[in-house]
């Protein structure tokens, strides 16, 4: 895939994060940028490749934009974006009253996103993934380190589409129509390990991070996850069972938020407990 050329003097600095900057375009409020800092090639192509990968399935996302280059060398995405879209989590945290609607609306999305079999030639298994953040972690002792890979590999197989960051900031509507964003982490296996993301978001997470990232208090989240859990898993299991279940793969996450910050994090840690 060859990058196409674009001019900055078209766009305007719009924010930034921990691998580029993001621009508006000057004259069309549909049209946005994603650079990444210099030196970086290879990770907006990647991302460019697995994005259209992922459109081709059938999962519903925003169609894949170019893969551009700018005067200066910078790399980057250029996509269409949807105007008067809003996640689920800023949704529910907006009307609290309507959480049984959006909460069901994002299990039924999932779902769908479950069933999708894909070939698993052209996208990554989730327990390779694991593997690698397991193997690479320097908090967990080597005994730890044995019973968590044992629990990943005991977890049955499947080939079916994971999201691979499963938060409900991640699943966005406008009108009647609903998207997932963000599908960098995209592979395929086990549902269970993306549920866990959910799980982690809504029930795990401290209440001054959810207040701050999904935009409402603790206790509404913690409802969400009880009503996103019966309308995924049926009504007829106990939620307590269903926590138990979704628990481990929750605290599986644990290997990717010790790998961002760098140290161990017992709050996070403790939903390992049962394989542990």
């Given amino acids: 895939m060859k990058p196409v050329p674009v001019s900055l003097s078209d766009y305007v600095l719009s924010g930034g994060g921990a691998n580029g900057e993001s621009y508006d375009h000057r004259t069309d409020p549909e049209v946005m940028l994603k650079l990444y800092f210099p030196g970086k090639i290879q990770q907006p192509l990647d991302e460019m490749m697995l994005a259209r990968k992922v459109y081709d399935l059938g999962i519903p996302t925003p169609e894949p934009g170019d893969y551009v280059v700018t005067e200066d060398g910078r790399y980057g995405i250029r996509f269409r974006r949807i105007l008067g879209k809003k996640s689920y989590s800023r949704a529910t945290g907006d009307e609290p009253a309507k959480v049984g609607q959006f909460a069901a609306e994002f299990a039924q999305m999932c779902l769908k996103l479950h069933s999708v079999h894909v070939d698993t030639k052209l996208f990554e298994n989730v327990k390779d993934r694991y593997y690698r953040l397991l193997e690479a972690n320097p ?18 197989d499947e080939d079916t589409a994971i999201h691979g960051d499963l938060q409900y900031s991640n699943a966005i509507f406008v009108g009647n129509k609903r998207y997932f964003i963000d599908l960098g982490d ?91």
């Fill in 139 to 156: 908090f967990f002792t080597a005994a730890e380190k044995d019973k968590i890979g044992r629990f990943i590999a005991d977890t049955p």
């Fill in 186 to 276: 995209f592979c395929y296996g086990n549902h269970l390990f993306d549920i866990g993301m959910v799980y982690l978001c809504c029930c795990l997470s401290p209440a001054p991070f959810i207040e701050e990232t999904f935009h409402m208090p603790k206790s509404l989240a913690e409802k969400f996850w009880s009503l996103f859990a019966a309308e995924y898993f049926g009504g007829d299991i106990p939620l307590q069972a269903i926590n138990e279940q979704i628990r481990p793969f929750a605290g599986l996450k644990t290997l990717i938020i010790e790998r961002d910050t760098g140290e161990p994090m017992p709050v996070f840690r403790e939903a390992l407990s049962s394989i542990l």
